[in-house]
């Protein structure tokens, strides 16, 4: 499994790094705590997007 930065997750989906860290607090996205940063799974990223894409529709 891929863990992806917070600024990583934010260039894929095209948001701002505070949008990213809002969906983390939310529960919208799920993510792990190393240190004093957040990593959030690759897969959850794809999942959400595709979650979001429906939903826009």
Do not use: C
């Amino acid at each position: 499994m891929q863990f992806l930065t917070v600024a990583e997750v934010a260039a894929t989906m095209r948001v701002s790094k505070m949008t990213v860290y809002r969906l983390v607090h939310n529960g919208e996205l799920p993510a792990v705590r190393v240190g004093r940063s957040f990593r959030v799974p690759e897969e959850a990223v794809h999942e959400y997007l595709r979650g979001s894409y429906i939903d826009a529709g």
